[in-house]
């Protein structure tokens, strides 16, 4: 096979180092792993049986692009309620990446610019690379908080898209009120579009969500179940946006994914009757376990949503933090995966509560050790 056949593209992208974490716990005896980023509880039942029984009744074939009537309804519903927006269309996604891939392909030409928050969440850049566009980075350290004076000054006649996500992976952090509305009201002002991922909105731990939305319009927002109902590995999202852009993006699916699993969007439509509220209760008790026993030891983030702690490295840069971590038998993910800085690691405390033990006393120890080298 020649060197040459591989598209350029291809090399501005590199293997994602939350994967190969993944790939190292799979061949450790018993690891502490607070690196995955997904739910510790699995599927509720209830959503189960409506897979099982949507596959029964021979929903298997494909779907319309745009989802399943009785789904789309629901959603849509449910979006008029929040936002009464008379131009808003949902549209049923393949997963929530699925739905960030068409969104930027829609929107972004080649030489665009992307305006994204570091720390980002490790698919925003690629993504981004992919639809042709350039990724510019907004710096958001040491509170990763937004500054709309950096915002302004990043932006150029290439803008294109404003990328933001809160609440936010890796920090947990969520975007406060003023933040969200600044930066609505600067993207209307500019003629720029704001990708709202809001796939965490469920956890948030110390106070209601609010969407950028509510002061943009135009605001095109991505959304899905498998971190609130834990099916990750079941590929479900939705959209929701103005309808000239919804309709471009349920084009390109079409040519693409084709459709959202079939019998899992019956499924989609089990979960939202299903109540989380017991599951994002005890997130919080998680969240105050790791700030309670971590907080006199580390310097990290407000968590105040999603399931994450972005921690400062006690010592060395956050990859020689991790390093012995692992030496220690505990997975967590360095920082400069999600960050052009190496002086973080991301804990993900979607663990059961032993594990997290587990990890709180080697992180406890790891506080005050330094490494001979």
């Known amino acids: 096979m020649s060197e040459r056949w591989i598209a350029d593209r291809m090399h501005q992208i590199d293997a994602s180092g939350i994967r190969k974490v993944f790939d190292l716990a799979a061949k450790m005896k018993d690891p502490i792993n607070l690196s995955i980023g997904q739910p510790h509880f699995d599927t509720p039942q209830p959503i189960k049986d409506a897979l099982y029984d949507a596959v029964a009744q021979g929903k298997n074939a494909y ?42 392909m829609t929107l972004v030409n080649p030489g665009d610019e992307v305006i994204a928050f ?3 969440f ?24 937004i500054d709309l004076n950096k915002v302004r000054d990043a932006i150029t006649s290439k803008t294109k898209v404003i990328l933001f996500n809160s609440p936010g992976n890796p920090t947990g952090v969520v975007a406060t009120e003023d933040e969200m509305r600044g930066l609505a009201e600067l993207c209307r002002e500019k003629d720029i579009a704001l990708l709202s991922d809001e796939i965490y909105r469920a956890f948030c731990y ?100 999603a399931f994450y702690l ?40 979607a663990s059961e509560q032993r594990t997290l033990e587990r990890g709180v006393e080697v992180l406890k120890k790891l506080a005050k050790l330094k490494p001979s080298n």
């Open 63 to 104: 779907s319309q692009t745009q989802g399943i009537g009785p789904l789309r309804e629901q959603l849509q519903e449910q979006v008029r309620k929040e936002l009464g927006h008379s131009d808003r269309e949902v549209f049923v996604a393949s997963g929530t990446s699925g739905a960030l891939m068409l969104a930027l």
């Open 310 to 349: 972005f921690v400062k490295a006690p010592w060395g840069t956050g990859t020689d933090f991790v390093k012995t971590a692992i030496e220690h038998d505990l997975l967590i993910i360095p920082g400069n995966v999600f960050s052009s800085k190496d002086t973080h690691f991301r804990i993900s405390y």
């Open 206 to 305: 110390d106070g209601p969500f609010v969407t950028p939305a509510t002061w943009n319009d135009q605001t095109l927002v991505i959304d899905g179940f498998s971190k609130s109902h834990s099916m990750t590995g079941w590929r479900l999202g939705f959209v929701h946006g103005p309808k000239h852009v919804i309709q471009q993006m349920i084009k390109l699916q079409q040519f693409t994914f084709v459709c959202a699993p079939h019998p899992v969007q019956w499924a989609g439509l089990a979960a939202m009757d299903y109540d989380i509220t017991p599951f994002v209760a005890e997130y919080k008790e998680k969240r105050d376990f790791m700030v309670r026993e971590l907080g006199g030891l580390y310097e990290m983030a407000p968590a105040r949503g």
């Open 118 to 120: 570091d720390p980002y």
């Open 122 to 145: 490790v698919m925003y850049k690629h993504l981004t690379t992919m639809a042709g566009g350039k990724t510019v980075f907004v710096d958001t350290y040491p509170d990763f908080r």
